[in-house]
């Protein structure tokens, strides 16, 4: 079974610093797709960023990259030029056509932007 | 385009109690979920669903029943509430698969006393 693991609680920043945050996986799989969700106090989730698995390049959108290691089956997520409303916390997602409906998660990184 | 609806958004219930929280989405997507939310342990899958009429496990279903009659519904039943279903739901749909990602509802908190 496919797992995912965020192994950063909590983490912080200097407004207009860089910070990167950690996400492992695990699958047996060639083919899937990762992703990178933002959960603000609003409690709304967001999807900030998407990683194919059989696409080389990191993906990026604006402030957010990706780095996608894929021997490695690591995927951290670099968030340069904080902001406050950068405030969040950040879930990595796994999901593949094998294993088609389900959505995987790890345990979601806190992140706060200080002033 | 409302995207996801959760409804309700806030709900308290009792110890042994029944009750659905709904889900519709207007975007005629064919997957929809289920996921509950607790500190330090991420979105959990509940339920979900591939399509009108097929629906399956996730990695918690106990305590839980999900129908999906029609692409647009797929409710939640917790059949007899327990203090442990305190939690924050979220439903999430999807086009055809996850390879573009869910959208997600706004979530429901419930509380089990």
């Known amino acids: 079974a496919q797992t995912v693991t965020q192994s950063q609680p909590e983490m912080s920043v200097q407004e207009a610093e860089t910070v990167t945050l950690s996400c492992t996986y695990d699958?047996?799989?060639?083919?899937?797709?990762l992703f990178w969700y933002k959960q603000p106090p609003s409690r709304q989730m967001i999807l900030v960023i998407r990683?194919?698995?059989?696409?080389?390049q990191n993906a990026t959108e604006n402030r957010f990259s990706v780095n996608f290691q894929k021997a490695a089956k690591s995927f951290s997520l670099k968030i340069s030029d904080s902001q406050l409303g950068d405030t969040a916390m950040y879930f990595c997602?796994?999901?593949?056509?094998?294993?088609?409906?389900?959505?995987?998660f790890g345990q979601g990184t806190t992140l706060q932007v200080k002033p | 385009n409302a995207g996801v609806t959760q409804t309700p958004k806030f709900q308290v219930l009792k110890t042994g109690q029944s009750m659905t929280l709904q889900c519709a989405q207007d975007?005629?997507?064919?997957?929809m979920s289920w996921y509950r939310q607790d500190p330090g342990m991420g979105l959990r899958l509940i339920h979900y669903?591939?399509?009108?009429?097929?629906?399956d496990q996730g990695e918690v279903p106990n305590g839980y029943n999900v129908s999906r009659s029609t692409t647009e519904d797929f409710p939640l039943r917790l059949l007899s509430a327990a203090p442990s279903q305190t939690s924050v739901y979220f439903c999430?749909?999807?086009?055809?698969?996850?390879?573009?990602?869910?959208?997600f509802g706004s979530g429901t908190r419930l509380t089990v006393v």
């Open positions: 999430a749909s999807s086009l055809r698969g996850g390879f573009y990602g869910y959208t």
């Open positions: 669903s591939v399509g009108a009429g097929i629906t």
């Open positions: 997602a796994f999901w593949s056509h094998s294993n088609t409906g389900k959505l995987i």
């Open positions: 699958t047996s799989e060639s083919n899937y797709y």
């Open positions: 990683q194919e698995a059989y696409k080389q």
């Open positions: 975007m005629n997507h064919e997957y």
